[in-house]
């Protein structure tokens, strides 16, 4: 493609409107933790290049090197509530400019704290209101279904995959994969972008929950600060806003009856409650042993993950509730059987039994997961490297198993002078079943405007590092 990275595929007619979301001002008290008090020095932010974003994109740069003139960046809700192509696509320019132009701090003149507050109540109403598991059927026969892997807020290749793969429309579904946010600086508009695509075609975009989308994460990895930094002192307001959103999304998907999506993969059935025994009346300090019954693993059903608990901060490790975590954490492995996420600290490790039995059980032919940049699979001996922003991990009797992750040149920030360089991809499923996938990688786009890390990712340089599971006790 010649076209500029800010230039954009004129709105497309509005093939599906909204639910009527009205414009609600949300009075409603904050109920999420509190975030610290400290803002973070403010990001420079240029048109010059970063001096680590080598990866080059043919996509990249205007063919005639002009600037883009400066679009009218104040943007507000519709007084009605209701979105529309125009409206969406507006957001998109204005934050693709916006990004290359306007300091952080001054993110509040780009979207006011009120469109940005009526934009968060209005998406998380509506994921709220989805199951666990969302099944997306009744697909036409010109139906295309696109799947995106982690995108951790690099919003300019996001933008590049948007126009390469084309925008939601009527017969084109998206599916994100999950990890909107961290690592990248510009995780607020990229989570925005999406949820103004759900709230315009609530049928038609599904957003999963990734492990990122919790406030141990975002802790850690740079989007509170990032929220801080571009909202100044309504900063921990929105990011309490965007917390809340995060307890609303589905934790998995089933596509066309035939593929399975989940950000991190497959999970383990709940523990049996032990039957308390009949307190003896002559013994009444007798001791009753909670851990009697065996800790075997078994992989968990539909049904169960369908009743999980998913509102939670930050999923549990241990206890009833552990099928959220699972799901988002947990990786696949070449050693057969299940067993428990020691290197991650929570999740599971899955081998390719554990696929076939999962496919067949449920007559499944593909599982489509994410969670593993080049970064976390330099660690994984015997699965594939991310050069190419998938990996076909297990490929068995009933189907395959595909990590996939979008974010090419990952992470933003590294502290090596050798980066990974690794494109990103995402996949088409087509009829007549969906359950072939197509697989579509692309590099970078270049060059990333300017900016300071909102992390230290010279300490945090993978997310494969133990987790401090007594912070993420106390989010919760």
């Not at 099944?135 to 390469?164: A, K, M, N, W």
């Not at 990103?424 to 009829?431: H, R």
Request: proline residues 8%; hydrophobic residues 35%.
């Amino acid at each position: 493609m010649s076209s500029s990275p800010n230039s954009l595929l004129p709105p497309a007619p509005d093939p599906e409107s909204s639910s009527a979301i009205a414009a609600a001002e949300n009075n409603a008290p904050d109920t999420a933790t509190t975030a610290g008090d400290s803002r973070p020095e403010e990001p420079i932010c240029s048109t010059t290049t970063t001096a680590t974003a080598t990866t080059t994109s043919s996509s990249s740069s205007p063919s005639d090197g002009a600037e883009d003139p400066r679009p009218d960046i104040h943007i507000s809700w519709p007084p009605d509530g209701q979105l529309s192509s125009e409206w969406v696509h507006r957001l998109i320019s204005t934050f693709d400019w916006s990004s290359r132009n306007v300091a952080p701090s001054q993110f509040d003149s780009v979207l006011p704290v009120p469109a940005f507050d009526a934009l968060v109540l209005a998406a998380s109403k509506l994921l709220h209101k989805e199951p666990n598991c969302i099944s997306i059927g009744g697909l036409s026969p010109d139906s295309t279904v696109v799947v995106v892997g982690d995108v951790h807020g690099q919003l300019h290749d996001v933008l590049l995959l948007f126009r390469e793969a084309g925008f939601p429309s009527e017969n084109r579904y998206f599916v994100f994969n999950g990890d909107y946010v961290d690592r990248g600086a510009w995780g607020l508009e990229t989570f925005l972008v999406l949820l103004a695509w759900k709230v315009f075609m609530p049928h038609r975009v599904f957003l999963l929950r990734g492990n990122h989308e919790s406030k141990y994460c975002t802790s850690v990895y740079g989007f509170e600060k990032e929220v801080l930094a571009k909202y100044g002192d309504k900063g921990k307001h929105a990011y309490r806003k965007c917390l809340g959103c995060f307890e609303g999304l589905p934790l998995a998907s089933i596509i066309a009856g035939h593929v399975y999506t989940a950000h991190g993969g497959l999970f383990r059935g709940n523990p049996a409650i032990p039957t308390l025994p009949k307190r003896s009346k002559r013994k009444k300090n007798r001791k009753v042993n909670l851990h009697q019954e065996t800790n075997t693993l078994v992989l968990g059903s539909l049904d169960e993950l369908a009743k999980a608990r998913r509102s939670v901060l930050d999923p549990p490790w241990e206890g009833q509730n552990l099928i959220p975590g699972d799901v988002l954490w947990s990786d696949p492995t070449m050693k057969l059987g299940l067993s428990p996420n020691k290197e991650r600290g929570i999740g599971l490790l899955w081998g390719p039994d554990c696929t076939e039995s999962f496919l067949k059980r449920f007559q499944l032919k593909l599982i489509i997961r994410s969670h593993e940049g080049p970064d976390a699979r330099e660690k994984r001996p015997g699965l594939g490297k991310m050069d190419e922003g998938y990996t076909i991990d297990h490929v068995t009797e009933s189907g395959k198993l595909i990590t996939l992750f979008s974010a090419p040149d990952y992470p933003q920030f590294q502290a090596t002078e050798e980066r990974y360089k690794n494109k990103g991809a995402y996949i088409v499923l087509k009829p007549p079943n969906f359950d072939e996938p197509e697989f579509h990688s692309f590099d970078a786009v270049t060059p990333r405007p300017q900016v300071n890390p909102y992390y230290d990712f010279e300490d945090v340089i993978d997310s494969d590092e133990d987790l401090d599971l007594a912070s993420m006790a106390n989010n919760d």
